[in-house]
Each structure stands twice: as C-alpha cells, then as structure tokens.
C-alpha cells in the first residue's frame, strides 16, 4: 500500500499539526520525536480515530475516508493499549475478531497462539506485558491488512522480547507490508527501518534515509540541538540506608514462589538496578515495595520503620513513589 500524507492540519488548543509525507508500498517507516511532536496525533488521523482540520490522506491514490468498511480492514495496528477487557481470553478477543473482520484468518492465529506459548483459555490481565505485546501483534497479521501502524510496541520489552518483536516486523516487510513504527528508539530505527521521519511541535523537521544517517544527527534533529551521547558519571556518594529488604519471599497467585530470600540495602544518593531475565522476580520486588503484593515472609524497612504491612496509601506518605512498567 502507498500511502500519501497530504498537508493535514489538526489544532489541539495551542498545539498544531501540519504534516505532509510520502509512504511507498514495502518500506518501514520510523516515526520518531519527543512527547508532543505529533507522532500520535498523525497515526491517528491516518486510522481514522481522529478527523485533520485540513488536508486528505489518500492509499493507493483513494482518499481514506472514503473507504467502505473491507476496504479499512488493509490497515492493522499495534496500540499500546488493544482496548480489550482484562477479562477477555485469548478465545473471546479471537471470536470478537471474527465478528469484525471478515478477512481474520481464525485457525492461523491459533497456530499462531499455539506456537508462541500463548494459551487459548488464558486472560489477558494474567499476560506479562511481553506476551500482551505479542498478542497484539499476532491479531494485526491475523486479518488482511497491507499497512500495519505499530505505536512503540517494545516500550516495556525486555531485549529478547524486542529481538523478536523486530525480527517479525522485518518478515512482514519483506512479504511486502507497508510498516509505520512510531518509536523513541533510534538505535530500533536504525535497525529495521528503511526512512525516518522526524516530527517535533507539530512540524515534519526532516525525512532521513536510515542507511546514510547516523543515530546522532537523528537526535540532533528530534529535539532541535546537538546532543551529547557522551556519558560522564563521578562515582557515587551514597548516604545513608533509606531501603533495607531482609530475606523477602513473596509467592503469586497460584501460590509458586516469585522472590526468594532477597536481602538489599538502598542508600540516600545513588541508583540500584535489578537486573535479569523477565519473569525472574524483579517485577515481584518492586510490587512488594509499593504494597501491591503481599509479602509472605521477611521485612522492608523505610528509614528504618518497618513499612512491611503497610497499606499503599501509608506507604506513599511515608515517601514512596512508584511507576510500574506497564505505562498504561
């Protein structure tokens, strides 16, 4: 599908959107840009969810509002949030498929499940945010779409998951889909896509050819200045201990044993990471810090007061801020 961006204007208050862009049949195009740029706001318009003030979206030379409702099945998404109940099975968004889109290749996507480790019966809350990822990926290639809009589908993903994330999106180019990945990942861009376009404020800075152009004159143009990628990092100076975990154990739902034993110190000016592979408890840790899981056995001490049972609420008070990895 050749898609063609023509001088749409969309106004949101003081923020205003004025993009014109050329998207050719079996090309990855990055869109990058800082929060604001109008990357959201221009995958809308191109999906429908949103009207432009001014200009037309034509692909294949027809102007997209004027397509009939098969004709719209040609353009697949990956949004960060599906929309899809919590409640909902692998089944039940499969059946709701079905009903929608006359084109859902039903037993593909349950090969497709099945080969992915994606059970059938399992509901969409209980998915990590991986899995939930690669659900959404694998019902935009289920159905007939020729243009696939992909909104920063590896934000939470460990590398492997976006290994293989990025591995798809380059098979799907190469069996001739038209690919729009909005990102803030350049190092993602430079790997899979053929251009990129560059938005902030509004404004299309520049169309680049990823091939020729290097991450630092991306960046350089995505936020308007010459960044320095250099990291210069004086050894810490940590204070006292604010954190102290002693020998933690805390189970999930089904009763399995996520974290084991963990003792850890933080101290007043410095930052601890917790690394390893997903699924090997680190989620488990800082859930259990911020009061979402219960702990089975051990303690946390904030400044010293033991925060262990805790409601959420005190914990907050008592100065604990958290952001999950799922951003939704």
């Known amino acids: 599908m050749n898609l063609d961006v023509n001088h749409i204007k969309k106004q949101y208050r003081e923020f205003q959107l004025d993009c014109s862009i050329q998207i050719p049949e079996g090309r990855i195009i990055g869109f990058v840009g800082p929060n604001g740029a109008g990357k959201s706001t221009t995958m809308k318009a191109i999906l429908g969810l949103c009207s432009p003030d001014e200009g037309q979206i034509l ?18 998404v990956v949004l960060a949030d599906s929309g899809f109940s919590g409640y909902y099975t692998v089944s039940d968004v499969c059946r709701i498929m079905k009903k929608f889109y006359s084109s859902f290749h039903e037993e593909e996507f349950r090969k497709q499940c099945k080969h992915f480790q994606l059970p059938m019966q399992k509901q969409i809350k209980e998915f990590s945010t991986g899995m939930r990822a690669k659900l959404y990926l694998l019902l935009s290639m289920s159905y007939d779409a020729e243009l696939l809009v992909l909104d920063e589908p590896t934000a939470v993903l ?84 604010i954190l ?28 601890v990471a917790i690394a390893g592979v997903a699924g090997n408890g680190q989620v488990e840790i800082a ?16 400044n010293g007061r033991d925060i262990t049972n805790l409601s959420i609420r005190e914990r907050t008070t008592e100065g604990i801020s958290y952001i999950p990895e799922d951003r939704q």
Not at 248 to 271: A, C, M, P, R, T
Not at 287 to 302: E, N, T, W, Y
């Open 244 to 271: 102290s975990i002693e020998k933690l154990n805390v189970y999930n739902k089904q009763d399995f044993q996520v974290v084991k034993d963990v003792s850890l110190e933080v101290h007043s000016g410095e930052i």
């Open 287 to 302: 859930d259990a810090i911020a009061g979402l899981v219960p702990v089975r056995s051990g303690k946390i001490l904030l």
């Open 158 to 241: 460990t590398p492997q998951e976006i290994d293989f994330l990025l591995d798809i999106i380059k098979s799907l180019r190469d069996d001739g889909k038209t690919i729009i990945l909005i990102t803030h990942k350049l190092e993602e861009i430079k790997r899979i896509a053929d251009r990129c376009a560059i938005l902030n404020r509004g404004r299309l800075m520049d169309v680049m050819d990823v091939a020729t152009t290097s991450t630092k004159v991306m960046a350089n143009k995505m936020v308007g200045r010459e960044v320095n990628f250099e990291t210069e990092k004086e050894p810490a100076k940590p204070g006292k201990t």
């Open 59 to 76: 692909a294949d030379g027809r102007v997209i509002e004027e397509w009939s409702k098969k004709e719209r099945e040609k353009i697949g």
